[in-house]
C-alpha cells in the first residue's frame, strides 16, 4: 500500500469511527508502529486529524478530507459511473461539472470519446472546478469556461459572488453533480458556499444529473444544492441500496445502475 493509500485509510477510519489507535493502523494496515506513528503525525501537520496518545480523533474544524485524499474511494464504481455519464455527452454540447472526485473522472471519460475529434465542434465546459478546469484547457476538442470566484484548497471548487454572477447569463445543456448526500430530498454539499454555486449551476442547466456513489443515497451533508424534483437523472453503481433507488424513482428522477 502506498503512503497516499495509508493516508486516505487512515482518514477514512478516522472520518466513519471518530478516532483510530496505532495498534488499528498496525493490525489493519500491515504497517509498523513507526510507520503509523508518521502518517499519523503527517496527516495532523496537515490540520486533517488531532494526535492524542497513542493515536488520533478527527480534527473538529475538518468537516472533509481534501479532494486528493478521496480520489481512492470507491474508485471502481465511479470509474463505471463517469463512462455511463460520458456517454451521454455528444460534440457541440455545453455540459457543466461542479467539483469532487466523480466529476472528476466524468471529464476525463468525456475527452476520451471517440466521436469528439474535431476541434470546430467542441464541447463547451462550465465548471468551477479548478482542477477540472487545468486538465480539460489542454485539449483541443474542449472549450472551458471557468466561473470564477475564491478557489477553496480542499475540494479545488470556486465559490462566492464572482462565482454565482456569471451563471444566470448561462445555458448548460447537461450538468453533472457531484454530491455528498442524496436523499427523497434533494442533493446536499458539505460547505455552504459550494453548496449555492452548484445551485446557480442546477439552475443554468435543462438536464441534472446526479453522479455519486451508492454510499452517498440515503445521506445528507451540511447545505441542501437543490431539491430532487430538480433531478432529472443519478447514476450511481449497482450496489445502491434497493430502498433508497425506489425513493429516488417515486421522486421523479431516473436511476442508473451501472
Known sequence: ????????????????EGSVHIDDIITRLGVSAATARRDLDHLADQQLISRTR????A??????????????KMADEKARIAKAAAAMVHPGDTIGLNGGTSTTEVAREIVLLPDLTDPDVPVTLVTNAVNIAN????????????????????SFELTGPLAELILPSISV?????GVQGLDERGAYAQHDGEAAVNAALVSAAHRVVVVCDSSKLGSTAFALICPT?????VITDDGAPADQVEVLRRAGAEVQLV
Open 1 to 16: 500500500m502506498s503512503r497516499h493509500d495509508r493516508h486516505s485509510a487512515i482518514l477514512d477510519i478516522v472520518m466513519d
Open 54 to 57: 497513542g493515536g488520533a480523533i
Open 59 to 72: 480534527n473538529p474544524t475538518s468537516t472533509e478530507p481534501p479532494l486528493r485524499y478521496r480520489t481512492s
Open 135 to 154: 486538465e480539460m484547457t489542454v485539449r483541443q476538442c474542449v472549450r472551458v469556461v471557468v466561473t470564477g470566484g475564491i478557489a477553496r484548497p480542499r
Open 173 to 177: 445543456d447537461t450538468l453533472f453533480l
Open 229 to 233: 424534483s430538480s433531478i432529472d437523472v
